[in-house]
């Protein structure tokens, strides 16, 4: 009996150890955070027709509008900061 549970156990205990050994967890932005920075990312990269996300952006690629709304995210809905005044 104990030869049949070894391997469950095992698996268990391994299982476990992955587990543990996983880097912490990034916090959730919230909907708000959310809702604001997709605003402020749609009105910097306005879309090429309105309605029609599929058509693309009139400016920048997929790869600026990403990182604009990183960096939005990043600086918790401010993406003015950490920019130099003009």
Do not use: W
């Given at each position: 009996?104990?030869?049949?549970?070894?391997?469950p156990?095992m698996?268990?205990?391994?299982?476990?150890?992955?587990?543990?050994?996983?880097?912490?967890?990034?916090?959730?932005i919230?909907?708000?955070?959310?809702r604001?920075?997709?605003?402020?990312?749609?009105?910097q990269?306005?879309?090429?027709?309105?309605?029609n996300?599929?058509a693309g952006?009139a400016?920048?690629?997929?790869r600026?509008?990403?990182?604009?709304?990183?960096k939005?995210?990043?600086?918790?809905?401010?993406?003015?900061?950490?920019?130099?005044?003009k």
């Open positions: 009996m104990l030869a049949n549970m070894k391997s156990l698996l268990l205990a391994v299982t476990c150890l992955a587990v543990g050994a996983l880097p912490g967890h990034a916090s959730a919230t909907a708000e955070l959310a604001k920075c997709s605003a402020l990312t749609t009105k990269f306005p879309p090429r027709e309105p309605g996300p599929a952006s400016k920048g690629a997929g600026a509008q990403h990182g604009y709304f990183d939005c995210v990043a600086n918790n809905g401010n993406v003015d900061a950490g920019t130099p005044p």
